[in-house]
């Protein structure tokens, strides 16, 4: 069974830093493709970062340069390094799988966890 926790959202002043991590079980982890992404009331969920097994990041436009993507895969853990956070950054974040190898693509989901950034 594949499981996906997030930990570390919280409430975090703007221009502050938080730190979140995905501990995943159930998969093989090193070569998944790990992400990111995040939600707010009444928009689509979009892409913040993700990085391949061979340790490829991509980014959203609006965080690069502030947010760091990357992964143990001793821990099986992806973490996003968030730094010069903005009010706007406050969603629902969400970490994701996939496995590009397989014959059927699909992401796997974590339960999300909260983010909000005070101005």
């Known amino acids: 069974q594949v499981q996906l926790v997030e930990s570390g959202g919280g409430l975090v002043q703007a221009g502050g830093s938080l730190r979140l991590s995905c501990a995943a079980s159930g998969i093989l982890f090193s070569i998944n493709t790990m992400g990111w992404y995040r939600q707010t009331a009444g928009k689509q969920r979009e892409l913040v970062a993700d990085i391949t097994g061979g340790g490829r990041t991509n980014y959203a436009a609006s965080v690069k340069g502030r947010f760091t993507i990357s992964r143990d895969n001793t821990k099986r853990t992806v973490y996003l390094q968030m730094n010069s956070m903005k009010p706007e950054d406050t969603a629902v974040y969400y970490c994701?799988?996939?496995?590009?190898?397989?014959?059927?693509?699909?992401?796997?989901w974590g339960q999300g966890t909260q983010v909000t950034v005070s101005s």
């Open positions: 994701t799988a996939n496995n590009p190898t397989a014959l059927v693509s699909r992401n796997y």
